[in-house]
């Protein structure tokens, strides 16, 4: 293990490079915050009423909502953790089209995330409207926590797949760049000269013959003398 020996070793450091992406950043609030939501109600959303000793959930005594925050809660925090595992492995990943699938399952979770927690959010605002006030003791500041983070959770997988998304596009435009990189090439070498670069014309005689398309050398080449033609006489 690399120690490092300053702190310009210690900012210039992979696993700091890592932590400093904004990808990186975004999972990380959003693990913290399906950690706040689904911790909150496991601990204190479930209250027993004045005249019961049977605990309900806080909500509404909708036990409904309160495991459907522990559920999702729970299940988005563990989704962070496996993306977070594999984007510090990303860099080992030769493979282009496991890359590009990794990249749009990422974009596909954050949107399906972003949906839940938008009903979640819905839902559980719902049930803390109709609640009953003062019906339990405790756990009113552990729902307004859930529900709050849960509004946050929509902003925070929204913006995720925003980064995925742009993930894909420049993954996208790489092969095409190539293509027309290697067709640019193409053309270059097979366009006529330009008018600024010097033409080789080949040389003429001096009855204008070309030389270009004779057999024999210039310098072999003699003119011909015309032919007489003898008439008979009469």
């Known amino acids: 293990m690399h120690i ?14 890592f932590l ?12 913290v915050f399906s950690l706040i939501v689904f911790s909150s109600l496991l601990t204190d959303g479930y209250q027993n009423k004045t005249e019961s000793s049977q605990l309900h959930c806080v909500l509404n005594s909708n036990n409904t909502a309160c495991s459907f925050a522990v559920g999702a809660g729970l299940l988005a925090f563990l989704s962070c953790l496996a993306f977070l595992a594999l984007d510090a492995h990303e860099s080992c990943i030769a493979n282009t089209r496991f890359k590009t699938a990794f990249q749009l399952l990422d974009f596909i979770l954050a949107i ?40 946050f959770s929509v902003l925070v997988w929204v913006f995720q797949a925003y980064l995925a998304l742009q993930d894909l596009q420049n993954d996208a435009l790489v ?24 033409v080789s014309t080949p040389p003429t005689g001096p009855h204008g013959l070309s030389y270009a398309n004779s057999a024999l050398p210039p310098y072999l080449t003699t003119p011909k003398a015309p032919r007489l033609a003898m008439m008979p006489d009469n």
């Open 4 to 17: 490092p020996e300053s702190l310009q070793d210690l900012a210039d450091s992979e696993a700091v490079q």
């Open 20 to 31: 400093k992406r904004l990808k990186t950043i975004t999972r990380i609030f959003a693990g």
């Open 112 to 151: 399906l995330w972003a949906g839940i927690w938008f009903v979640g959010f819905c839902f559980l605002a719902n049930q803390w409207q109709h609640s009953q006030p003062r019906q339990f003791l405790l756990g009113s500041s552990s729902a307004k926590a859930a529900i709050t983070f849960t509004f």
């Open 175 to 198: 092969p095409y760049k190539r293509s027309l990189d290697e067709r640019s090439v193409v053309l270059t070498s097979l366009s006529p000269p330009s008018a600024a670069s010097p």
